[in-house]
């Protein structure tokens, strides 16, 4: 079984300063690695994702994540933060077997909130 | 590209009362399927999850159940409501090694 664990619950973070959320996980085989992003009273949205090939992985509003296999890692990054960033961020690992359900499994969340 | 809609977006009913939360998928075809509730400052806690029609898992015993009666549609009821059932319930599908998308969730009041 996978397990996440995602370092800060609470990441308070100046406009335009960059910020790193911390992700570990726990696996015993291959994994994937994503990370979501969820607004106010919405649904979760894919920010980035690692299945294969360079363990940097760019996604979407300017965030990176480098999956370290040794480190057991995936953080996430961004350079220089915006107000519209504030939101909660999830890290999520499932498995990769071909005929299993691939679950994912999420760690608890990190809000980040941006300040002027 | 893959939708998932959910509905309703918010609910509230009494304790005792029966549930039926509904979620279809388009823009794909056999996807697994799953239901997660997120508890106030929680994570997502995964409920049940289908690989097919018909196949049901569940992941933690609750006062919930979960039926697939066709490939895009995934259902999550309760004979009798309890008061722990609240919270906000996600639907989300993926097709085999690739991400998960999700619905907007409904959010759930038991009073």
């Known amino acids: 079984a996978q397990s996440v664990t995602q370092l800060d619950s609470q990441v308070p973070v100046f406009e335009e300063a960059p910020v790193e959320l911390r992700c570990n996980y726990s696996?015993?085989?291959?994994?994937?690695l994503f990370w979501y992003v969820q607004y106010p009273n919405q649904g979760l949205q894919l920010l980035l994702k690692?299945?294969?090939?360079?363990?940097l992985v760019k996604g979407i509003n300017g965030f990176e994540a480098e999956f370290n296999k040794s480190q057991t890692s995936f953080h996430l990054r961004k350079p220089s933060v915006h107000i519209s960033d504030t939101a909660e961020y999830f890290c999520?690992?499932?498995?990769?077997?071909?005929?299993?359900?691939?679950?994912?499994?999420f760690g608890q969340g990190t809000r980040l909130t941006i300040n002027p | 590209s893959q939708t998932i809609h959910q509905w309703p977006a918010t609910l509230v009913q009494p304790v005792g009362s029966p549930l039926s939360l509904e979620c279809t998928v388009e823009?794909?075809?056999?996807?697994?399927l799953y239901w997660y509730r997120q508890a106030a400052g929680r994570g997502l806690q995964l409920l049940f999850y289908?690989?097919?029609?018909?196949?049901i898992s569940s992941e933690v015993p609750q006062n919930l159940s979960a039926s697939r009666p066709q490939d895009r549609q995934f259902i999550l009821s309760s004979k009798k409501l309890l008061l722990s059932d609240s919270g906000f319930y996600l639907c989300?599908?993926?097709?085999?090694?690739?991400?998960?998308?999700f619905g907007q969730g409904t959010r759930l009041t038991v009073v």
């Open positions: 999520a690992v499932s498995d990769q077997f071909i005929r299993g359900a691939q679950k994912l499994v």
């Open positions: 696996s015993s085989v291959s994994v994937y």
């Open positions: 690692y299945l294969s090939g360079s363990t």
């Open positions: 823009g794909t075809s056999n996807p697994n």
């Open positions: 289908s690989v097919g029609i018909g196949q």
């Open positions: 989300a599908g993926r097709r085999r090694d690739t991400e998960a998308f």
